[in-house]
């Protein structure tokens, strides 16, 4: 296995636009030309990152460089403008790069450009399994050092520290007049950055061709309105990109201070030190900055979020550790014990992984069958609660007259046989996660008792008349429509939103069959080990029972189906005879598959693949469409079976 991370510099020249040439097409050239398995392109404002892995070897460098520079004509490969990362340091550099902590650019704008080009490479696939567990990784990365620290929220770009002054100097940016006197390069970042922050009105004193140039750069929905070079009462913000502005003339600015009534001026302008302390000698609520200011401010922060680096480099590198672990197992397809190769499932997974560390409450959705406490579990064991307990509850399980006492405990007499006083589910969940399977089952009256908790985080033990505050998040399970309980008045309308802040839905097998040999072979194995046998393998009409078949019951009904069919197996292979009657009973072709009696799990799937090549006159595209796979899958799969030459 091969891992590498190239880094390329572009080249300074202006008024170019580096990302110009980065395009599909370009990148698809450069992925059929090197054949590696999976591939990603990362645009920065300064530079373009290539990650690169293989199953076994890499191309030679030189052979890297020479496609990059036939194929980007604005990408530079001399030596002293280009890195390469190799191995566990190519891994640690996606986890910076990913998250916007390499210092290359600006954090806010990278992260969502990294998922950009991620999103591009996912769906030509160009990534697979590989890219798909980093990028899982490092949302989950991403969210853990957003809620541990305050590295996000430092900035290091002009147009953030001085956006950040404007805050703390003015109480509500929405009301703040900015008026730009000239312009520079950056200009249209600090507005930018106002413009996010609240900001709305902006005055340009300056001619017409840098109006209409500071339009084009800056945000759409900025619009900037013209006026004379004279200072306006109303400017509570000032941006001077020249030495001798008469936005600061002595006279203009007494008066506006006079009108506003010494209400604050945020300036950031080129003026020396000298014109700096005249201006706060006569007016105590005059902010005044230049760039060097700046300059100063982002240096300090800069060792601010190195400092901060230190403590997260331990955490990067146990993800390192788990990548490679992960990498060189069997159980590429395992996401926090959940298994699955197909799209639904990857999506999925990037969702857990975005949402754990956040307390909201979830809701997941799935037919009975499809793994939702495994869900449950994931986003619990990936939360900041993981050390803390996880409590289950089968509300369909529990007899009416007991679940509130169940979840909420009682007080001593508080109804014949309570004894004692006891502490409920929540309670004992305070500080870690209580989920509630099968939610559709709650009566309406405890319907509204959970309500209260997710609004006041409170519970009230039965017979008390005493809250109890506690620290639970909830997450809830259904098989049925709640939404159409809802209009039926059986569901309360409010508690279903409550719950329903982040929807998890959980695809049938039905709907990723790709899932079923992987998930087959995962159970064969268990149960193998379990019942103490060398059952390894599957005959080819078991599997394409397994293909044809429904499975109403879903991934609990494949398990049970193995471990039944294991333990009737009387040599190491299950065969269909094996199989419960209801999965023998449904119909199927085997008239048209050529496989030998005994084909092993392999053998069916180099067979099914190449197949589906031939029936698509092997056009890749349509191919993996058909299988469910993405081409970096197909072409790793068609390497293993040493297809070498494709008709």
Avoid at 481 to 501: A, P, W
Wanted: with cysteine.
């Amino acid at each position: 296995m091969a891992f590498k991370a190239y880094k390329f510099l572009y080249p300074k020249i202006e008024n170019t636009d580096n990302g110009a040439q980065l395009n599909v097409g370009s990148i698809k050239r450069v992925y059929n030309a090197l054949n590696v398995e999976e591939m990603l392109f990362v645009r920065g404002s300064k530079c373009l990152t290539v990650f690169a892995f293989s199953d076994n070897v890499l191309p030679e460098d030189y052979l890297f460089f020479e496609t990059i520079k036939s194929t980007f004509k604005n990408i530079s490969i001399l030596e002293n403008e280009r890195q390469i990362f190799v191995e566990n340091n190519a891994i640690k550099h996606f986890f910076l790069i990913a998250n916007g902590m390499d210092n290359s650019s600006n954090q806010k704008d990278f992260v969502k450009s990294f998922v950009n080009d991620y999103n591009l490479a996912k769906q030509e696939t160009f990534v697979g399994a590989v890219f798909q567990r980093l990028f899982q990784r490092s949302i989950w990365l991403h969210e853990k050092v957003r809620l541990s620290t305050n590295y996000f929220n430092i900035a290091i770009s002009n147009s953030d520290i001085f956006s950040d002054l404007a805050c703390k100097i003015f109480e509500n940016l929405s009301t703040v007049v900015v008026q730009i006197d000239n312009i520079s390069e950056n200009t249209y970042l600090t507005i930018n950055a106002l413009y996010r922050l609240g900001c709305r009105r902006f005055l340009f004193s300056g001619n017409a061709k840098d109006s209409n140039y500071l339009g084009e750069k800056s945000l759409p929905e900025i619009t900037l309105t013209a006026h004379d070079n004279n200072l306006s009462n109303d400017a509570d913000i000032l941006i001077i990109n020249q030495i001798e502005s008469s936005l600061l003339d002595s006279e203009r600015i007494s008066t506006r201070m006079a009108i506003k009534n010494n209400a604050p001026l945020l300036i950031l302008n080129s003026a020396e030190e000298t014109e700096k302390k005249k201006l706060h000698k006569k007016f105590t609520s005059i902010y005044s900055y230049n760039y060097t200011d700046l300059e100063r401010a982002i240096e300090k922060n800069k060792l601010e979020r190195k400092r901060i680096l230190t403590d997260v480099n331990p955490w990067i590198e146990l993800e390192v550790n788990d990548f490679y672990n992960w990498l060189s197992s069997d159980s590429r397809y395992k996401f926090m014990g959940i298994i699955g190769s197909a799209p639904k499932m990857q999506h999925l997974f990037e969702m857990i992984s975005r949402i754990s560390q956040t307390d909201i409450s979830v809701l997941i959705q799935g037919d009975s069958g499809t793994g939702k406490e495994l869900v449950a579990k994931a986003v619990h064991n990936l939360s900041s609660r993981s050390e803390k307990p996880f409590i289950v509850v089968n509300c369909g399980a529990i007899p009416e007259n007991l679940l509130e006492s169940e979840l909420f405990g009682h007080i001593r007499g508080s109804f014949t046989g309570a004894v004692a006083d006891k502490n409920g589910l929540f309670f004992e969940a305070n500080k870690g996660t209580i989920f509630l399977d099968e939610i559709g089952e709650l009566p309406q009256q405890l319907q509204v008792k959970l309500l209260r908790f997710l609004q006041e985080g409170d519970i009230k033990p039965v017979g008390s008349n005493n809250t109890i505050k506690v620290d639970v998040r909830v997450v809830a399970a259904t098989n049925k429509n709640l939404f159409e309980m809802v209009k039926k008045g059986i569901f309360r309308s409010d508690l279903f939103y409550r719950l329903n802040v982040m929807l998890l839905d959980l695809p049938t097998l039905k709907e990723r069959k790709e899932d079923i040999t992987i998930l087959a072979g995962h159970f064969l194995r268990k149960y193998s080990t379990k019942f103490k046998k060398e059952v390894t393998e599957f005959s080819n009409k078991t599997l394409q029972y397994f293909q044809y078949y429904d499975w109403p019951g879903n991934i609990r009904e494949l398990e049970n189906a193995v471990e039944h069919a294991v333990a009737l197996s009387l040599g190491k292979q299950v065969n269909e005879f094996d199989l419960p009657q209801t999965i023998r009973g449904v119909k199927v072709d085997f008239s048209s598959n050529g496989n030998p009696k005994n084909a092993t799990l392999k053998d069916v799937e180099k067979s099914h693949i190449l197949n589906t090549l031939n029936s698509t006159k092997w056009d890749y595209d349509k191919a993996c469409k058909i299988l469910g796979i993405g081409r970096t899958t197909l072409w790793r799969k068609l390497k293993e079976y040493d297809v070498k030459e494709l008709p």
